[in-house]
């Protein structure tokens, strides 16, 4: 027998029925090994060796149509109801199961059923499992009713314990002998959804502690006093951390300790998927906000500007974009359709982006003005259609929003402007000028003599050029001609400032002694007059 299961092992990848099928007994004869070996001396390494075998019989069935989540333990379920159908059949001899085909022109076969049955091992036609012979999705699917039809019969073959439903409800892990578990009363290995009674209590006191770790962990970091953004962004990632530290120790114990079975098995392994990816969200997003607040507390971006929003928005789109991940593969996990909601999700995208144009426009707008950057918060402007001269349309930016800009106004108002009118205004930054021009008019009475005007036309020019904040170049001072009631000096040049208050003081400062220089020459500036009287010389 020995030698036979060792060339039945040959057929590794399992090309024909015959092939699988004699797999099938070979695991069966190895497992039925490996189980007394392990219960009559239980042990790390026994325990290893017999819970290898999962791998290989798992193998034997298509999974494809289960959750992954669930292909662990339905794997495990499936294959032992399999078992106990197999063991009360008569079974027809392995030469009389089709092999592969005798030559290359034949056909092999697409699949085979068990005589008498309709357990069905077929063809896998696709995947990366493509030409292997396993038992049918259908088949894994129906393992439990066709263990209802059979299970008043007789066995035909030696089984465990004389009963697989009893190995597998009373098999425990090694810290958990199973010649404890068979000393406990009646009443404990009561049967509830297909596993046992005091299966259910450790599962349950299992994630009580674990949920009682989890909150004692939250009210912990809740009650810390804030020292430091670092420590006080650590403890809020200590809920998460430790959901992601008990997880495996969860999925361990319950796999391989307490060993759950029966229609409710995957129960704590959905849970423990869904723990598992609600705390991944929470630590992406938690970290994402707390890395856009440490960029923005920085001294090079200014809390209310638009890099400072840019900032929080890209962190936010990186934590709901790993978040719908994480949704999307818990989802599919669990075994919910993911590709209808997909597609929902991309009609639904349409609809709202429909409804929401106007916000959409004002956050393309937002992108223009980050490009263009024509203001920061801070800047003084002017804005408009022609960003004319004129108070009514002059401020300083206080915030640039994801939605709109707010400007405060010389009258102390707030403005807020939708950023897609504002992208498209002109838009004035006054703060950026490297100095401001000074360019008033003279309007000198027509009396002023020609040595009185070369005398003034001297002194604004050595004025001008004496000032410490008026720049050399340039600094003119020309008669532009008649009025209709003055003789006209233009003076232009460009004070080497660019805060306006300043730039206030020092017009001042040269108004006053231009002032001074028209009185000390004997002219005066002229008044606006539509008749005039004087005497002839």
């Not at 650590?234 to 959901?243: D, E, H, Q």
């Not at 229609?263 to 707390?290: C, D, K, M, Q, Y």
């Not at 498209?424 to 401001?436: E, G, S």
Request: proline share 6%; net charge neutral; aromatic share 10%.
């Amino acid at each position: 027998p020995t030698q036979t299961r060792r060339q039945r092992q040959m057929c590794i990848r399992d090309t024909s029925p015959r092939a699988t099928f004699g797999s099938v007994l070979d695991v069966i004869e190895e497992v039925t090994e490996r189980y007394y070996k392990y219960r009559d001396s239980p042990s790390p390494a026994t325990m290893a060796a017999f819970f290898q075998m999962r791998d290989r019989y798992k193998r034997l069935l298509d999974l494809s149509e289960v959750p992954p989540a669930a292909r662990e333990e339905e794997g495990v379920e499936t294959f032992r109801l399999l078992w106990a159908v197999i063991a009360r059949l008569d079974l027809p001899e392995l030469e009389d199961i089709p092999d592969a085909a005798a030559d290359e022109e034949s056909e092999p076969p697409t699949l085979w059923r068990i005589p008498g049955t309709e357990i069905t091992i077929a063809r896998v036609e696709e995947g990366a499992r493509s030409g292997e012979y396993l038992f049918s999705a259908d088949t894994v699917e129906r393992a439990r009713s066709f263990h209802q039809m059979v299970r008043e019969l007789p066995y035909l073959r030696p089984v465990p314990l004389g009963d697989l439903s009893r190995m597998q409800q009373q098999i425990t892990g090694w810290m958990i002998p199973m010649a404890w578990v068979e000393t406990f009363p009646g009443w404990v290995n009561t049967l509830i959804l297909g596993q046992v009674l005091w299966k259910w209590f450790a599962v349950l006191l299992l994630f009580g502690l674990a949920s009682g770790a989890v909150i004692a962990v939250f009210r912990w970091s809740r009650r810390r006093p804030k020292k430091s953004s670092l420590r006080s962004c650590m403890r809020y990632l200590s809920t998460p951390l430790a959901i992601l530290v008990l997880v495996p120790f969860l999925d361990y114990l319950c796999s391989n300790q307490i060993v759950t079975s029966g229609i409710a098995a995957e129960a704590p392994f959905f849970v423990i998927e869904v723990a598992r990816n609600i705390a991944l969200s929470g630590l992406i997003w938690l970290t994402a906000s707390w890395s856009a607040e440490a960029m923005v507390a920085s001294p090079w971006v200014r809390p209310g500007s638009l890099d400072a929003n840019l900032i929080r928005l890209g962190s936010r789109t990186v934590g709901i974009m790993a978040i719908i991940i994480l949704l999307f593969q818990t989802a599919a996990a669990v075994g919910i359709p993911v590709y209808g909601l997909v597609a929902g999700a991309g009609v639904g995208g349409v609809a709202i982006a429909l409804a929401a144009r106007s916000t959409l426009e004002n956050f393309l707008g937002t992108i223009n003005l980050f490009g263009d950057r024509p203001v920061r918060v801070g800047d003084f402007c002017r804005y408009g259609e022609d960003a004319s001269p004129g108070w009514q349309r002059t401020g300083t930016v206080e915030e640039i929003g994801l939605r709109s800009t707010r400007i405060r106004g010389l009258d102390r108002t707030v403005t807020t402007i939708p950023n897609a009118d504002f992208a498209n205004m002109h838009i004035v930054n006054l703060t950026n000028r490297d100095r401001i021009v000074f360019r008033p008019t003279l309007m000198l009475r027509y009396e002023t003599t020609f040595d009185q005007l070369r005398l003034v036309l001297v002194k604004l020019r050595e004025l001008l050029l004496a000032h410490p904040r008026v720049t050399d170049d340039p600094a003119r001072v020309r008669f532009a001609g008649f009025g209709d009631y003055s003789l006209n000096v233009e003076i232009f040049a460009y004070i080497n400032t660019s805060d306006w208050n300043e730039f206030l003081g020092i017009q001042e400062d040269i108004n006053l002694r231009i002032l001074k220089i028209v009185e000390e020459v004997g002219s005066g500036f002229a008044i606006p007059s539509r008749l005039y009287l004087a005497r002839d010389g």
